[in-house]
């Protein structure tokens, strides 16, 4: 009796240390693959510019789906003066982002102001539009493990930002 109940908790251990990570990787997958969200903010209804992409981004679900410690900077930038010149500058957490500049961030993406207006109309295709014509830049500022740990529920974004 007593090893008809051994074997049986050891089918359940395994069946917990098998089953519960395939049901993540089959979630992970599905949020990824089939639905394939975009970056939206439904409740904007001007158009996007320098002046007020912080604002513009402040209600993409992007914002909302970020983990509480994470730091994104968001920078648009021209080539007026031969160089990269900074314009707006954003650092976007958890439910908020701020202008302003930051040197403590996990990524800094860096997008030709060019394509600022775009933003408004679709995020997912101004971003793969000027991520095709090197238009964008991501820069990591810390290693990849803690990156997918801390971005893991941004990850189905992969595709709409075209890593996927």
């Known amino acids: 009796m007593e090893k ?6 050891k089918k359940i251990i395994w069946i917990v240390l098998i089953g519960v990570p395939l049901l993540i990787l089959a979630s992970f997958a599905y949020s990824v693959f089939i639905l394939k969200p975009e970056i939206k903010n439904n409740s904007w209804n001007g158009q996007v510019n320098e002046n007020n992409v912080c604002e513009f981004l402040s209600g993409t679900n992007l914002v909302e789906d970020l983990s509480k410690n994470s730091i994104v900077s968001f920078k648009t930038y021209d080539f007026n003066t031969g160089y990269r010149d900074i314009g707006a ?32 109309k679709n995020v997912c ?21 803690k990156l997918f740990f801390k971005y893991i529920k941004t990850l189905k974004y992969g595709n709409c930002a075209g890593f996927i």
Not at 102 to 113: F, G, N, S, W
Not at 125 to 143: A, R, V, W, Y
């Open 125 to 145: 295709g101004t971003i793969q539009t000027s991520k095709k014509t090197n238009d964008l830049d991501f820069e990591l500022n810390t290693s990849l493990i």
């Open 4 to 9: 008809t109940q051994k074997s049986k908790t």
């Open 89 to 120: 500058s954003c650092t976007m957490t958890k439910g908020k982002v701020i202008s302003g500049q930051t040197t403590e961030y996990d990524v800094e993406i860096q997008l030709h102001k060019k394509y600022v207006s775009d933003l408004g």
